[in-house]
């Protein structure tokens, strides 16, 4: 089979992200398959998957920020931050947020911040990811990272827990965001729900299960240009795209402020993707792909 494109897989609990990779890898008999932001191996959602030379376009959906829907537990903490971790904090009796108090703690999240991602986590420190180094008992400082929370409400409030829905930019670890949350609510917390209803422009409701997909292949595969449909477009004429093709900068014709581009031909599909810098009006090629026909 001969695809290329994205499939946007609602992952089941049970399943690390790259179990996913290898069952697509094994449905459409291609190795070049990547993902576009990690899920939880408990955490279930929306995945999207690049196959083929739609893995170049990787990092333009992992840069868009993300929907989840959570529930908190409070009454105890885990070293993973999730209810699959070892319990290192217990609070049998305590008070529960009533919901406007909790409302009024999750909103002081809103906006930009920082963030120490948990070492349960697969971010590498020395070459070794934290996760295998929690696993070995061993314990590392982790840098804060700057993260943004645009949006977050509550859903329910049922004691012991409670639902919620965030909207965060890239590297927002939830897990870390309950624990935070219930600090702030002087109640140790940890995530025991979580599920992932947005991914940029791929949704929840249109993602494909695993036996939908393998049931069908070819209907669950987007074009690759879906991860990058909220960028505006430019059209060149065949000189023009021959020009860009080759890594040169072309006049940017468009009434669009500086950033990045989807640059197409008139004549095809993708070519790549350009910036535009703050003081010119040239596109200069920061991708370039083979032309869709």
Known sequence: MNAAGIVNVLKPPGM???????????????????????????????LPVFIGQATRLIEFAAEADKDYRVELT?????DSGDDSGEVI???????????????????SF???????????????????????????GVEVERRPRAITISAISIVRVAA????????????TYIRSLCADVGARCGIPAVMTFLVRTRVGDFTLAEAKTLEEIAAAPDAAVLPGDYAVRHLPRVMLDEDEAARFGHGQTIACGVADG????????????????ARRA??????????VLAPTP
């Open 74 to 78: 409070f009454g105890y903490a885990t």
């Open 278 to 287: 703050d003081d010119d009006d040239m596109l200069s090629p920061l991708k």
């Open 258 to 273: 500086p950033g990045l581009y989807a640059v197409y031909s008139r004549r095809g599909g993708l070519l790549g993707i």
């Open 16 to 46: 690390t992200s790259h179990d996913v990779v290898s069952f697509l890898r094994r449905v459409y008999g291609l190795k070049k398959v990547g993902h576009a932001g990690t899920l939880d191996p408990a955490a279930a959602g929306v």
């Open 160 to 171: 012991p827990a409670i639902l919620f829905d965030v909207t965060c930019s890239k590297g």
């Open 110 to 136: 809103l906006g930009e911040s920082e963030q120490v991602p948990p070492m349960h986590s697969a971010i590498k420190v020395g070459g070794r990811k934290l996760y295998e180094l929690a696993r070995a």
């Open 89 to 107: 904090d217990s609070c049998p009796s305590f008070v529960m947020p009533a919901e406007k108090q909790a409302a009024a703690v999750l909103a």
